[in-house]
């Protein structure tokens, strides 16, 4: 499993890229990708974190629904479009207080033309057609190491950090990198069945929640 120390965090899945080019919803996709990530309890933590501490506010109160922390537009002369959309989340582990889960995810699209009509199953449908690219990081952030580099006594517990990781809570965080590691993987399966991607699986798959509204042309319908 590709887990490495980048900036303090532990970096589980990166650089994981997808993308597709061909005909569909960006406004749809957009939408079940957020109500998938809002279904697996991850949320904003600009808004749930003490600007102090770093700690939640109130871990009761509901996730905010402001993940987007950048977009960026740009349109060319027949007006097609060039977007950037970055999303930053977040998820506390259940049973694991000292860590911390953080997703980034990265929209790049190209050429994307808007009002383009389709129809599908006897209705007309204004969509897209263009190139949408997405990267995804996932890190673990071992929040226990604040506790050892903070206050008053730091100059003392700062050497246990190190200690408290391999002798203490070693087994733990390999056991949450292989979860955030499955969940980031789970992430890349429901795109792919989202965009009807090809895939190979070693089960058989469950007819997804949430409708396509792609229509790449290497499928037949």
Same mark, same amino acid.
């Given at each position: 499993?590709?887990?490495?120390?980048?900036?303090?965090?532990?970096?589980?899945?990166?650089?994981?890229?997808?993308?597709?080019?061909?005909?569909?919803?960006?406004?749809?996709?957009?939408?079940?990708?957020?109500?998938?990530?809002?279904? +697996?309890?991850?949320?904003?933590?600009?808004?749930?974190?003490?600007?102090?501490?770093?700690?939640?506010? +109130?871990?009761?109160?509901?996730?905010?629904?402001?993940?987007?922390?950048?977009?960026?537009?740009? &349109?060319?002369?027949?007006?097609?479009?060039?977007?950037?959309?970055?999303?930053?989340?977040?998820?506390?582990?259940?049973?694991?207080?000292?860590?911390?889960?953080?997703?980034?995810?990265?929209?790049?699209?190209?050429?994307?033309?808007?009002?383009?009509? &389709?129809?599908?199953?006897?209705?007309?449908?204004?969509? +897209?057609?263009?190139?949408?690219?997405?990267? &995804? +990081?996932?890190? &673990?952030?071992?929040?226990?190491?604040?506790?050892?580099?903070?206050?008053?006594?730091?100059?003392?517990?700062?050497?246990?950090?190190?200690?408290?990781?391999?002798?203490?809570?070693?087994?733990?965080?390999?056991?949450?990198?292989?979860?955030?590691?499955?969940?980031?993987?789970?992430?890349?399966?429901?795109?792919?069945?989202?965009?009807?991607?090809?895939?190979?699986?070693?089960?058989?798959?469950?007819?997804?929640?949430?409708?396509?509204?792609?229509?790449?042309?290497?499928?037949?319908?």
């Amino acid at each position: 499993m590709p887990a490495k120390k980048i900036g303090g965090l532990v970096h589980v899945v990166p650089y994981m890229k997808l993308k597709y080019k061909d005909i569909f919803d960006m406004k749809a996709f957009y939408e079940a990708l957020y109500e998938y990530l809002k279904e +697996n309890e991850w949320g904003d933590p600009d808004d749930t974190l003490d600007a102090t501490s770093g700690e939640p506010i +109130n871990p009761t109160v509901p996730r905010s629904e402001h993940w987007e922390t950048y977009y960026g537009e740009r &349109i060319d002369a027949k007006g097609l479009r060039e977007l950037w959309i970055q999303w930053r989340l977040f998820k506390d582990p259940k049973e694991a207080p000292f860590l911390r889960y953080y997703l980034d995810i990265d929209f790049h699209c190209l050429g994307l033309a808007f009002g383009v009509e &389709i129809v599908k199953e006897g209705m007309k449908l204004s969509v +897209n057609r263009g190139e949408v690219e997405l990267t &995804i +990081n996932s890190y &673990i952030e071992k929040v226990y190491e604040k506790k050892f580099t903070e206050g008053g006594m730091k100059w003392l517990l700062k050497p246990l950090t190190e200690m408290f990781t391999k002798r203490i809570y070693r087994k733990e965080l390999k056991a949450r990198e292989k979860e955030l590691y499955q969940e980031t993987y789970a992430l890349q399966q429901f795109i792919k069945q989202w965009f009807k991607m090809k895939r190979y699986l070693p089960y058989e798959e469950v007819k997804s929640f949430f409708p396509s509204y792609a229509w790449p042309s290497h499928v037949k319908e």
